[in-house]
């Protein structure tokens, strides 16, 4: 009985995505590709600055916490058991995408890492040249022409785009987290959440800082990193300039005040994740990468969704906050 309510359930999130797909799209595709597209940024503003008083009062002291009490490999391993759990997802996107020697890497690497890593605690597959790759199904609707559509922000779930929230619904079907059916199952994937996201908070503190530091608007400066980062990911590690962000346009109604910064002279480049997925906690790379680096998931991915909870960490403003001491 468990097993058909799932798959039920399962059947009603691919009806509500395909609707959102639906309403949405006609919005996504009116988006340009130079320019950013961030209509709702009012409301975007008052969600980034509630998250970084969020992040202020409880995401990142919570990250100190987590760091401090348990040892990274123990962190590593909760986080490499959500991200292998992430992989199937990631299958499925480089079969529907059509990369096969990638989806061949990909089946592999979930098959070594869930039989000799122990369930995906350990990432033997990554010591064996088999690292891991976000994809995702905005990838997937991206790479048939679909635009990423408006800039959103979302407090506790991070940064996306239309195209990339209704991506993120779409990947919940193949998350084992929502298939699978258990005693527990509800701690089981808090605990994975929240984890996950504490870790990619660690790991992104250095970099939000370095990113935030210097810019007279943080929240411009993170959308467009976030955006330049996210295209570079989208176009598997190329940067095509013409689908950047226009950084140099300066935003009309709220953000008239603000200017967007200038585009790094140097592309940003989006590294394969290394813990994450989300939250992404993806390997860093030079700060303008790195900044967003962990966010796939995925992404959420991780939600490898791309955008999830774990992403949220990354997104917060940490200006003015005492760097996290190392183990």
């Known amino acids: 009985m468990r097993t058909r309510d799932s798959v039920g359930r399962n059947g009603r999130i691919v009806i509500l995505a395909a609707c959102a797909f639906a309403v949405l799209a006609p919005a996504s595709a009116m988006a340009s590709t130079g320019a950013v597209s961030d209509p709702l940024e009012p409301m975007n503003r008052a969600f980034f600055g509630f998250h970084q008083m969020l992040d ?36 499925v996107n480089d079969v529907l995408q059509g990369r096969g020697q990638q989806a061949t890497e990909t089946f592999t690497r979930f098959a070594g890492n869930t039989t000799f890593g122990v369930l995906g605690i350990f990432d033997v597959a990554t010591h064996a040249g088999l690292p891991h790759h976000p994809n995702d199904f905005g990838m997937t609707l991206a790479r048939y022409g679909f635009k990423p559509g408006p800039y959103i922000f979302v407090p506790l779930a991070g940064p996306t785009t239309v195209r990339d929230a209704i991506g993120s619904v779409a990947g919940l079907v193949l998350n084992p987290l929502v298939i699978m059916r258990y005693s527990g199952d509800g701690a089981v994937g808090a605990t994975g959440v929240v984890g996950d996201g504490l870790q990619t908070r660690i790991d992104a503190d250095d970099q939000l800082k370095a990113l935030f530091a210097s810019a007279t608007d943080p929240y411009a400066s993170f959308r467009s990193y976030f955006l330049q980062n996210r295209q570079a990911e989208v176009n598997n590690g190329r940067i095509d300039i013409e689908e950047l962000p226009d950084f140099g346009t300066p935003d009309t109604g709220a953000s008239a005040a603000s200017s967007e910064p200038a585009a790094p002279s140097t592309p940003a480049s989006v590294p394969a994740s290394t813990a994450s997925a989300s939250m992404t906690l993806a390997a860093p790379a030079p700060v303008a990468a790195s900044a967003n680096a962990s966010m796939s998931t995925a992404s959420a991915s991780t939600l490898a969704a791309p955008s999830t909870p774990a992403m949220a960490a990354v997104a917060t403003s940490v200006v003015g906050s005492a760097p996290l001491s190392q183990p």
């Open 56 to 91: 202020h009062i409880l995401i990142r002291p919570a990250a100190v916490a987590y760091k401090r009490i348990l040892p990274r490999p123990i962190r590593n391993g909760i986080t490499h058991v959500f991200s292998n759990l992430g992989e199937p997802a990631v299958f």
